[in-house]
């Protein structure tokens, strides 16, 4: 079971940059749901994408898995595929421990490997589904361009990558009101002013944000030709490519 999310809520005397250790498993499933706007309609849209975009004896591909949740939901997408296997793939080990444990309580026919390492060593061959569900922005910008030109020659004609993001935005007024929605947004997940603004510390420099616009440009960049929002909640939102 999800532990409630407090790791912010008493006065830290430093703040350290946000890593994805045991202290931050332990409350994962809660924390991403409470901080992410419209986190669990991906997820679960995520099996509706596979459904319809996977191909029999290909490989699909969570790349930054943390627990799972969009591989099980691949997973439950695959279900009248045949000879599909599902790469999971997360640096932290404490996540990529949990993770296996997480999956395996699960019973399914559809094979998943889970891997340390981190998603620009791993070769992507023979894909239908890619997903990036809340980790390019993780990635130091340079790095950003190479891992998708490697998915891009990865994938089969025809697959897809599911790419899910907080955006910033070049308008300064819709930039504040959507940044101010998802702080609205955080309140109403029960989380004090303390908590979002320590946590805002802890985030600064290790998550990146691109907006829509540099997404776009940079996908083409990659080989994508077919780049869509398939959905947006405030400044978080989904991109689909098509190879
Ligand atoms: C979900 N997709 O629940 N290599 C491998 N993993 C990485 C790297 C890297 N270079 N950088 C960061 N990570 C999940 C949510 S969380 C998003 C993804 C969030 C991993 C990191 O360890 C973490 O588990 C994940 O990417 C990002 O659908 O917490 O906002």
Request: aromatic share 8%; with cysteine.
């Amino acid at each position: 079971m999800s532990q409630t999310d407090n790791i912010f809520s008493i006065p830290l005397d430093k703040i350290d940059s946000f890593s994805f250790d045991q202290q931050v498993v332990q409350v994962f499933p809660d924390m991403i749901k409470r901080s992410v706007p419209g986190y669990e309609n991906i997820i679960n849209s995520i099996a509706v994408i596979t459904q319809r975009c996977a191909v029999d004896n290909s490989n699909l591909y969570d790349l930054g898995c943390s627990l799972g949740a969009a591989t099980l939901s691949m997973r439950r997408g695959l279900s009248d595929k045949a000879g599909c296997q599902i790469i999971s793939v997360d640096n932290s080990s404490a996540m990529v421990e949990s993770c296996k444990q997480h999956i395996h309580a699960y019973k399914s026919d559809i094979p998943v490997s889970v891997l340390q390492d981190d998603i620009c060593n791993i070769k992507i061959e023979n894909a239908s589904v890619v997903v990036l569900n809340f980790t390019l922005q993780f990635l130091t910008p340079e790095k950003r361009l190479s891992l998708l030109t490697n998915i891009y020659n990865g994938l089969l004609p025809g697959g897809v990558l599911v790419l899910s993001e907080k955006f910033i935005f070049d308008d300064p007024k819709s930039h504040q009101l959507l940044i101010d929605l998802h702080l609205d947004f955080k309140r109403s997940q029960g989380y004090s002013e303390l908590e979002i603004s320590q946590k805002r510390s802890s985030l600064d420099n290790v998550l990146i944000s691109d907006t829509v616009e540099q997404h776009y440009q940079r996908l083409q960049q990659a080989g994508f030709q077919h780049n869509d929002l398939w959905y947006q909640c405030f400044n978080f939102g989904s991109i689909l490519s098509i190879k």
